[in-house]
């Protein structure tokens, strides 16, 4: 073991999409002395930037945690792979680069909850402040942050029919789904500049890294919180084959990530009391909450062949892929600069329902799964999935060995609410496939098929054909109810100077992607921990 005699007054403890901005707003101040610890390696490989290499990241231990969950009821007992960065920027360095806030609903829902200081006016600034939107500025979005965001450099002509049906069943146009409204089908927008990846590693670690008062350690797993009585003192991590430990003067934040950062509460001792109880680790705070509440978009992947040529014809032919890597090389345009999805549908499964509830991801190539080879067939795929899921899961720690993986049950489909919507979003799926501008070019359903056709018939499509769409977050909900992990400072309840500012604090998934809502958590984030610092100061 060997002790740092270096001190400082933060540890952040993973370097992803909030750690990265934690820490460079953290160290502006040049007498702030920060910390980053990172369990993976720096973002060097090309794959990384090349916005589509992100079907050569995820599955690969190099940079992907690779996570498996336990065998899922809801799911038909299959088990799913879960990608999650392993990588300075963390899951934003292997992600589909979409860009998506949510409703204003979601975040006033939060404030309704208790959460005080988290209503849709409190963080639009926050959204604004992290953002450099190509677009130009306006009431929704700002153009000073260190956050790329821009339009797509990939356009085909089956998306534009996709866009066009859509529109034929009623589904209104938007071009800005984080703009006034999110209801509509449009184009999505992504976290990438000028044909390359933009995550919070490169907008905001990058010239924060330059810093004399800035640290970064890459490599180094942390395996738990020190505490001196209930208040934290530091953290223990393992580097090159040997466990280290370092002070922290004013405060320990987690930003390990939704699976990362419980698991790190459970292994020091600070989570449900039978559990700790159950593995040997000597409790010292019982929070029952660590690790509950974890919630997951589940998308349900709807396949149709096509007579329109799809990019499965042109990554399937080596002339088309000399083609492709050529025009990236040139224009940085192309298949190459493919974010997860094309085209985005917010819309209601059923006209009663207030808001959207379900969102389409709709992208002009189709595979078995995601990351796996394209279909030798042309096809799009068009994936539906229900934004606020009533389905909640857990994870927990196995034993006390902090190296070895929690058990993830994301408890699919659980909630019998959850069905008619799953039910409800194929429906839509095929009423776009079959609306006036997309039905000709459609030559059959490949996935599900047509022998699905009763609810119940519907209900088996979604639990055999679905997929994560990596969103976990929850499991440290923000609160203050029993089931809470931290208060809306996101300070860990019953435990001194530690935070968790990841998404893992969502006390309730938001209506979207969840990358540019977890930016936006650490940018406030850092904003009250320099107020509190202040305040302790006086
Ligand atoms: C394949 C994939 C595609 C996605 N696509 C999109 C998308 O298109 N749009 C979107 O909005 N969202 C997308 N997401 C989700 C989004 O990227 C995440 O919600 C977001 O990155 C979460 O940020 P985070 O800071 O909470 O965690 P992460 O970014 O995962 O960061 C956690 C960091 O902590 C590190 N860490 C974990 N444990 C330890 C430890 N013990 N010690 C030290 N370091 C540790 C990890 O290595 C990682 O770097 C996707 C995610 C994945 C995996």
């Known amino acids: 073991m060997s002790t740092s005699d270096q001190n400082y007054h933060y540890i952040i403890v993973g370097a992803g999409s909030a750690g990265c901005v934690l820490a460079y707003r953290l160290s502006q101040d040049s007498r702030t002395r920060v910390l980053l610890l990172e369990a993976g390696a720096r973002d060097l490989s090309p794959w990384i930037h090349i916005p589509v290499g992100y079907f050569k990241t995820m599955h690969n231990p190099k940079t992907d945690w690779c996570y498996i969950t336990e065998p899922d009821p809801g799911i038909a007992g299959r088990q799913l792979q879960w990608p999650r960065g392993k990588v300075l920027g963390g899951s934003g360095s292997l992600n589909g680069l979409l860009y998506v806030r949510g409703q204003k609903e979601d975040y006033d829902r939060w404030a309704d909850l208790g959460n005080s200081g988290w209503s849709y006016d409190d963080v639009l600034p ?25 339009d797509l450099r990939l356009r085909r002509p089956i998306a ?71 208040q934290a003192i530091g953290v223990e991590y393992m580097l090159g084959g040997r466990m280290h430990q370092v002070g922290a003067e004013s405060e320990v934040i987690l930003s390990a990530g939704a699976i990362g950062s419980p698991q790190i509460l459970q292994c020091s001792g600070v989570g449900p009391g039978d559990l700790l109880h159950r593995v040997g680790i000597p409790e010292v705070h019982d929070l029952p909450g660590v690790g509950r509440n974890l919630q ?19 990554v399937n032919s080596l002339l088309k892929q000399v083609w492709v890597g050529l025009q990236y090389a040139l224009t940085r345009t192309g ?19 207030d808001r959207p509830d379900i969102q389409f991801h709709m992208q002009p190539l189709s595979a078995d799964k995601p990351g796996d080879g394209a279909h030798k067939f042309s096809a799009f795929t068009s994936s539906v999935c229900q934004l606020r899921p009533y389905s909640r899961g857990h994870l927990e720690i196995e034993s006390k060995d902090p190296l070895q993986y929690p058990a ?18 194929i429906k839509v799926a095929r009423r776009i496939a079959a609306a006036p501008s997309l039905a000709p070019h459609i030559l059959s359903e490949f996935v599900p098929g047509s022998q699905y056709q009763t609810d119940d018939e519907l209900l088996q499509a979604a639990r055999l054909h679905s997929q994560t769409i990596y969103h976990p977050v929850g499991t440290c909900k923000m609160g203050d109810d029993e089931t809470a992990v931290v208060d809306d400072r996101l300070r860990v309840h019953g435990i001194g100077r530690l935070r968790v500012v990841d998404a893992s604090i969502m006390p309730e998934i938001v209506s979207g992607n969840t990358n540019a809502p977890t930016i936006m958590i650490a940018e406030k984030a850092a904003d009250m921990i320099v107020e509190d610092a202040h305040h302790n100061a006086r």
Do not use: M
């Not at 992290?130 to 965001?149: L, T």
């Not at 997860?340 to 917010?346: D, E, K, N, T, Y």
């Not at 069905?419 to 979003?425: E, K, L, T």
């Open 408 to 425: 993830i049950h994301p408890n699919y489909l659980s909630d019998e609410r959850d069905h008619q919507v799953a039910i409800a979003g």
């Open 160 to 230: 534009d029919y996709f866009i066009q049906a859509a529109t034929e069943i009623g589904i209104p146009r938007n071009d800005d789904c984080n703009g006034a409204t999110q209801e509509g089908v449009g184009y999505f927008q992504q976290t990438a500049y000028k044909g390359l990846r933009w995550s919070t590693a490169k907008g905001f670690l990058r010239p924060a890294k330059r810093r004399a008062n800035l640290d970064v350690q890459t490599r180094a797993q942390t395996t738990r919180v020190l505490f001196e009585g209930n």
């Open 296 to 314: 997951d978009h589940l998308q349900i992947r709807l396949v149709f062949k096509t007579s329109q040529r799809t990019l499965n014809d042109e």
């Open 335 to 353: 298949p190459l600069t493919l974010a997860a999805s094309q085209v985005a549908i917010f819309t209601k499964s059923d006209p009663s329902v």
């Open 126 to 150: 926050y959204f604004k402040k992290s953002e450099d939107q190509e677009r130009g500025a306006d009431a929704y979005h700002g153009v000073s942050g260190p956050q790329k965001v821009s």
